[in-house]
C-alpha cells in the first residue's frame, strides 16, 4: 500500500486548508485512516481518524470543531478539512492506514498504523 499527501501551504492563521491522501493497492475501504503531525524535535502527534466500517471519526481535542476528517472509498481517498488554523498547528501532517482495525474503531496510537505517506508541510503563519 503506497500514500500520497498533497494539500500542505502557508496560510495565514484564521485560514483553511484541505489535505488529501490517496492510497494506491491493498484494500483502502477496509482500512481504518489516520491523520498525524510532526514538528522538529517533538513527537508525532495524534491528530484525527476514521473508521472503515461506518466512519466514525476521533479527534484530537487541540483539534476538535476545526478539523474534519472524511474518506471516499470510491476514490481511495482520505480527506482533513482544516479551518481556523492556528500558528501551533504548523507541522508536517502524515497519513496513515490501519489495516487490522476493527470496522467500528480507530487508534489514535500511531503504533496501530501500517502504512504511512511522505508527509505534506503545513504552515501557519500569525
Known amino acids: 500500500v503506497q500514500l500520497q499527501a498533497s494539500g500542505g501551504g502557508l496560510v495565514q492563521a484564521g485560514g483553511s486548508l484541505r489535505l488529501s491522501c490517496v492510497a494506491s493497492?491493498?484494500?483502502?475501504?477496509?482500512?481504518?485512516m489516520g491523520w498525524f503531525r510532526q514538528t522538529p524535535g517533538k513527537e508525532r502527534e495524534f491528530v484525527a481518524a476514521?473508521?472503515?466500517?461506518?466512519?466514525?471519526?476521533h479527534y484530537a481535542d487541540s483539534v476538535k470543531a476545526r478539523f474534519t476528517i472524511s474518506r471516499d472509498n470510491a476514490k481511495n481517498t482520505v480527506i482533513l478539512q482544516m479551518n481556523s488554523l492556528k500558528p501551533e498547528d504548523t507541522a508536517v501532517y502524515y497519513c496513515?492506514?490501519?489495516?487490522?482495525?476493527?470496522?467500528?474503531?480507530?487508534?489514535?496510537?500511531?503504533?496501530?498504523?501500517?502504512?504511512w505517506g511522505q508527509g505534506t508541510q503545513v504552515t501557519v503563519s500569525r
Open positions: 496513515a492506514a490501519d489495516k487490522y482495525s476493527p470496522g467500528t474503531y480507530s487508534s489514535p496510537d500511531g503504533r496501530e498504523y501500517d502504512y
Open positions: 476514521i473508521s472503515w466500517s461506518n466512519g466514525r471519526t
Open positions: 493497492g491493498g484494500t483502502f475501504s477496509r482500512y481504518a
